[in-house]
């Protein structure tokens, strides 16, 4: 069974720009989320989707933002980017109910320059 | 609110030493407990879990013990490798439900031949 996949591996971007970043989640799985982790930082929690709504957001900027599609995937946005926002961004998921362990994909690394 | 607090690193062991990483949690209700491994440049695995007091997990020579009267998951390991050099991570979740995971900063862990 696959896991969590995320693409891409490897982004750079200007500062100013934008950035997306996509991840499906486990089959069966309802619910994503999107972690960053900057260096030295540790895991920041950034979004939670499920069945497709915004279920709870961390403290980052409206300028972070991203929406759960019909088949559970999920798309992260970071508008205006800034050297900052250089990061790996991990995706998980879970089910709804039932089992509340959280599974990560590898990761989507992120470079503005 | 719940928080996780690791023992600090960075934790520098000889093969086959003995390996403990101390965990303490504080968390309304009765959480999930978890134990997640990041191997060099990649993303987060679950390495073992525990649901309830007196679980243990263990899983490739890991074990932890849910221990509720010390609000403790220390992690163990009796003979360490060179390959389990990593980055390890305590985390709990509250929640029924997926919802989101409290992570502590994480212990940097090498192990020379």
């Known amino acids: 069974e696959a896991g969590v996949t995320q693409s891409p591996t490897h982004l750079i971007k200007t500062r100013g720009q934008q950035a997306t970043l996509r991840c499906s989640p486990i089959?069966?799985?309802?619910?994503v989320y999107w972690y960053q982790q900057a260096l030295g930082l540790g895991l920041q929690f950034l979004l939670w989707?499920?069945?497709?709504?915004?279920?709870n957001r961390g403290n980052f900027p409206p300028r972070f933002s991203g929406r759960q599609f019909p088949n559970y995937s999920s798309e992260l946005n970071v508008n205006a980017l800034e050297l900052e926002d250089s990061a790996l961004y991990l995706c998980a998921s879970s089910v709804r109910t039932g089992d509340n362990t959280i599974y990560f994909g590898e990761g989507s690394w992120l470079t503005v320059v | 609110g719940d928080s996780v607090t690791q023992m600090e690193g960075p934790v520098t062991l000889s093969e086959e030493a003995f390996l403990t990483i101390n965990c303490t949690y504080t968390a309304t209700g009765y959480p999930s407990l978890f134990w997640y491994v990041q191997y060099p440049g990649e993303g987060l695995q679950l390495l073992l879990k525990a649901t309830k007091a007196d679980d243990k997990g263990s899983n490739k020579g890991f074990e932890a013990t849910y221990r509720k009267e010390t609000t403790s998951f220390h992690l163990e390991k009796g003979s360490v490798q060179v390959s389990d050099s990593a980055v390890y991570f305590c985390?709990?979740?509250?929640?029924?439900?997926?919802?989101?995971?409290?992570f502590g900063e994480g212990t940097q862990l090498t192990v020379n031949p």
């Open positions: 089959s069966g799985h309802t619910s």
């Open positions: 985390a709990l979740n509250s929640s029924p439900s997926g919802s989101r995971l409290t």
């Open positions: 989707y499920d069945e497709g709504e915004e279920r």
